[in-house]
């Protein structure tokens, strides 16, 4: 079972297997693993969604034959997981790589970002809705040519860095909605 977090991943917590504290309405304490647990007499792995797109790289993917990765995904919002010496980054909670906070040059990008806990936190800054709210258009709409694209390059790169410093992963994936842009992906190079 995977789903957007945060998310209870504590298999000895009484809240395992729940969705916490979440804006998005009606979500909230939400048990995800239970009713699955009674309705079907299978074992049962429960991660978020980008941990689980991570293990998908590591099965079959980009990641294959990697003990230390990070996959990031970039849409409507960002988030971050992968394996380190093997492992799920489990622990307090799970990683939440798009609340990292970057260098924001508010002279330069006087947008106050859209994260409704941190304002200009990496998700505040280049996340889809981050596009429509600073350029009034969604990203797919924005010609290859626009500033937006080095904007959007820089502040990525700027959180790759912070990832590479702390975690030492062997390999980054890049993937979501905003990166099926082709231009992009050198320019964070
Ligand atoms: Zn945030």
Redesign the pocket.
């Known amino acids: 079972v995977a789903s957007f977090g945060p998310l209870d991943l504590n298999p000895r917590s009484p809240t395992y297997g729940c969705i916490t504290s979440t804006p998005k309405p009606g979500w909230s304490d939400v048990d995800l693993v239970r009713p699955i647990r009674q309705a079907f007499n299978v074992p049962i792995g429960f991660d978020t969604d980008v941990n689980a797109a991570a293990l998908a790289e590591w099965r079959w993917g980009a990641a294959q034959g990697l003990q230390s990765f990070v996959y990031l995904t970039i849409g409507t919002g960002i988030g971050g997981g992968g394996l380190i010496n093997g492992q799920r980054m489990h622990g307090l909670i799970h990683p939440e790589m798009?609340?990292l906070r970057i260098p924001h040059d508010l002279a330069g990008d006087p947008f106050p970002?859209a994260?409704?806990?941190?304002?200009d936190?990496?998700?505040?800054l280049a996340s889809g809705p981050a596009f429509i709210a600073r350029w009034g258009q969604p990203a797919e709409t924005l010609p290859d040519d626009h500033p937006a694209w080095r904007l959007e390059a820089q502040y990525l790169s700027l959180a790759l860095v912070n990832i590479i410093c702390t975690l030492s992963p062997q390999r980054l994936i890049l993937g979501g909605g905003v990166m099926q842009r082709q231009r992009l992906f050198p320019l964070i190079q």
Do not use: N, S, Y
Not at 115 to 119: A, L
Not at 121 to 124: S, V
């Open positions: 798009g609340h970002g994260c409704p806990f941190h304002g936190c990496l998700e505040g």
